[in-house]
């Protein structure tokens, strides 16, 4: 029975495609499923296979002719013999895909307005897993991951690492339900093309199995149509290159080394570009710096007591509140949020003409990650204990080391404390994180000679600085401020009683 051999059916997005192999040729005879010819598209190559057992008989279209979806490429003979020997038994036909969907980035925050392709953990043709990782897209404030859709293959990737992206943008093509082997991409396929020169091309077999041999276009001879490369020409040159005589390792070993960059006086360097985050911290703490009246206030604060209670209660802390260690900054924590109930200036912020009064307290808390700093935030700590405060900043801490971090961890903040003493800082000048009006800086704690009623006492002592936005806060309030935290530590029992 004669049968047509058809183009697939392309997806709503493919207009068209070009025959690219024939891997049988007329007379010739074919398995049920055998691999006969590859169609490729912009996005993919497809493999169409023999409808049944039997023999190739009119080839309709040539290999780079191009083609529509279900147009006739030859006729098929079901169940006739061929005068050649019978074809081998074929390997099994990987699966074709079912759809092909678009990966888009995911929908921004108002505040977001663009975010960049930091890494593809997924290349054009391998195959996914339904929720697999598989992009991450940096923004200003955190990196998001983009998942799979479902089981299957990578198409073409539309964005590449570097390149800005809007929300809802599309990143690639997915082809659900389809595997690895079945969907090499046209991406895969480009180096080849720059090839097209007097040695031949290679159709995507070819290209497959020169990037297997480790070959190149150029040291491969064309023998098929127009100086096209075959699978065979490919075996043939593998086989030479294996006979030639290997080169001594010694001269192949400075080819393989990696050049160092050298800058103009012939010592090494070393470029990168600045990330989204970094750039993005760079222009808020410059714009904090230029459109702020900023002046910072100090004091120092015997951090005697609060050690004292942190010393004698930390493990009843710890068995009491499920493994949560007690720390300083829920203190500080504590103790900010008191300050800002008595002066509400200083939880303020300014928006345009306006200044903006919050009843309610969220505190960020700077956090240093290998991706730069970043400021969750501590929601209504008025009504947080101890522990809640401890277990949602190690929280934050891991998430952010993985950078795990959401965009809603982020949003807001009436206030800020950032600790420059875990990293041996004994003093510094914190920088405003707009549009908050003020940050308060935490510092090394140090042993230092302190005159107590007349003696002379070692304590250990922490300078605090208050950054503030002289606009909007008076150099009173700052000062009171700090000495009202200052106090609370100092005694903590205030801090229970409120007073």
Same mark, same amino acid.
């Given at each position: 029975?004669?049968?047509?051999?058809?183009?697939?059916?392309?997806?709503?997005?493919? #207009? $068209?495609?070009?025959?690219?192999?024939?891997?049988?040729?007329?007379?010739?005879?074919?398995?049920?499923?055998?691999?006969?010819?590859?169609?490729?598209?912009?996005?993919?190559?497809?493999?169409?296979?023999?409808?049944? +057992?039997?023999?190739?008989?009119?080839?309709?279209?040539?290999?780079?002719?191009?083609?529509?979806?279900?147009? !006739?490429?030859?006729?098929?003979?079901?169940?006739?013999?061929?005068?050649?020997?019978?074809?081998?038994?074929?390997?099994?036909?990987?699966?074709?895909?079912?759809?092909?969907?678009?990966?888009?980035?995911?929908?921004?925050?108002?505040?977001?307005? $663009?975010?960049?392709?930091?890494?593809?953990?997924?290349?054009?043709?391998?195959?996914?897993?339904?929720?697999?990782?598989?992009? +991450?897209?940096?923004?200003?404030?955190?990196?998001?991951?983009?998942?799979?859709?479902? +089981?299957?293959?990578?198409?073409?990737?539309?964005?590449?690492?570097?390149?800005?992206?809007?929300?809802?943008?599309?990143?690639?093509?997915?082809?659900?339900?389809?595997?690895?082997?079945? #969907?090499?991409?046209? /991406?895969?396929?480009?180096?080849?093309?720059?090839? $097209?020169?007097?040695?031949?091309?290679?159709?995507?077999?070819?290209?497959?199995?020169? /990037?297997?041999?480790?070959?190149?276009? /150029?040291?491969?001879?064309?023998?098929?149509?127009?100086?096209?490369?075959?699978?065979?020409?490919?075996?043939?040159?593998?086989?030479?290159?294996?006979?030639?005589?290997?080169?001594?390792?010694?001269?192949?070993?400075?080819?393989?080394?990696?050049?160092?960059?050298?800058?103009?006086?012939?010592?090494?360097?070393?470029?990168?570009?600045?990330?989204?985050?970094? #750039?993005?911290?760079?222009?808020?703490?410059?714009?904090?710096?230029?459109?702020?009246?900023?002046?910072?206030?100090?004091?120092?604060?015997?951090?005697?007591?609060?050690?004292?209670?942190?010393?004698?209660?930390?493990?009843?802390?710890?068995?009491?509140?499920?493994?949560?260690?007690?720390?300083?900054?829920?203190?500080?924590?504590?103790?900010?949020?008191?300050?800002?109930?008595?002066?509400?200036?200083?939880?303020?912020?300014?928006?345009?003409? $306006?200044?903006?009064?919050?009843?309610?307290?969220?505190?960020?808390?700077?956090?240093?990650?290998?991706?730069?700093?970043? !400021?969750?935030?501590?929601?209504?700590?008025? /009504?947080?204990?101890?522990?809640?405060?401890?277990?949602?900043?190690?929280?934050?801490?891991?998430?952010?080391? +993985?950078?795990?971090?959401?965009?809603?961890?982020?949003?807001?903040?009436?206030?800020?404390?950032?600790?420059?003493?875990?990293?041996?800082?004994?003093?510094?000048?914190?920088?405003?994180?707009?549009?908050?009006?003020?940050?308060?800086?935490?510092?090394?704690?140090?042993?230092?000679?302190?005159?107590?009623?007349?003696? !002379?006492?070692?304590?250990?002592?922490?300078?605090?600085?208050?950054?503030?936005?002289?606009?909007?806060?008076?150099?009173?309030?700052?000062?009171?401020?700090?000495?009202?935290?200052?106090?609370?530590?100092?005694?903590?029992?205030?801090?229970?009683?409120?007073?």
């Amino acid at each position: 029975m004669s049968i047509e051999i058809k183009a697939p059916t392309f997806p709503e997005s493919v #207009a $068209d495609g070009t025959v690219a192999t024939w891997y049988k040729q007329p007379g010739e005879a074919c398995a049920r499923d055998e691999h006969i010819v590859d169609i490729e598209t912009d996005k993919v190559v497809l493999e169409v296979v023999a409808p049944a +057992d039997g023999v190739l008989k009119d080839i309709l279209k040539g290999e780079g002719d191009v083609v529509l979806s279900d147009e !006739v490429l030859a006729m098929f003979e079901s169940g006739a013999a061929a005068a050649s020997a019978p074809a081998e038994a074929p390997a099994a036909a990987p699966a074709a895909a079912t759809e092909s969907v678009e990966i888009k980035t995911p929908t921004f925050p108002e505040s977001v307005a $663009d975010g960049t392709v930091a890494t593809w953990y997924k290349q054009p043709g391998e195959a996914c897993s339904r929720d697999e990782h598989i992009v +991450d897209i940096e923004t200003d404030k955190v990196v998001l991951e983009v998942v799979a859709p479902a +089981d299957g293959v990578i198409g073409a990737v539309a964005k590449a690492e570097g390149e800005t992206v809007l929300s809802d943008e599309v990143l690639a093509t997915f082809l659900v339900g389809a595997s690895g082997s079945a #969907a090499a991409p046209a /991406a895969e396929a480009a180096p080849a093309a720059e090839s $097209d020169d007097e040695d031949g091309v290679a159709g995507p077999a070819a290209r497959k199995a020169l /990037a297997e041999a480790g070959l190149t276009v /150029a040291q491969v001879k064309g023998t098929g149509k127009g100086g096209r490369i075959t699978k065979e020409d490919v075996d043939a040159a593998a086989k030479s290159k294996a006979a030639a005589p290997a080169p001594a390792a010694t001269k192949a070993a400075p080819v393989a080394a990696a050049t160092p960059a050298l800058g103009a006086d012939g010592r090494v360097e070393k470029r990168v570009p600045m990330t989204r985050l970094r #750039a993005t911290i760079a222009k808020r703490l410059v714009e904090a710096q230029q459109t702020a009246a900023m002046l910072t206030t100090y004091n120092e604060v015997n951090m005697g007591p609060v050690m004292e209670i942190r010393k004698k209660y930390k493990d009843q802390f710890m068995k009491t509140h499920n493994g949560t260690k007690l720390g300083f900054m829920s203190f500080f924590v504590k103790a900010a949020t008191e300050a800002l109930k008595r002066f509400p200036a200083v939880n303020a912020s300014i928006d345009g003409n $306006d200044m903006v009064y919050h009843g309610y307290q969220d505190i960020g808390v700077a956090v240093s990650t290998d991706r730069g700093l970043m !400021v969750p935030v501590l929601r209504n700590t008025e /009504a947080m204990g101890l522990a809640d405060v401890e277990s949602t900043i190690m929280d934050f801490a891991l998430r952010g080391r +993985d950078g795990k971090l959401g965009m809603d961890d982020m949003q807001g903040g009436t206030f800020t404390i950032t600790n420059g003493g875990t990293f041996g800082s004994l003093m510094s000048t914190p920088i405003i994180n707009p549009p908050q009006t003020a940050i308060l800086g935490m510092h090394k704690i140090q042993e230092r000679p302190m005159a107590v009623n007349g003696q !002379v006492v070692i304590q250990p002592m922490m300078y605090l600085a208050l950054s503030y936005d002289h606009r909007m806060i008076d150099g009173k309030e700052a000062v009171q401020f700090l000495v009202t935290i200052k106090e609370l530590l100092e005694d903590p029992a205030r801090l229970l009683l409120e007073i």
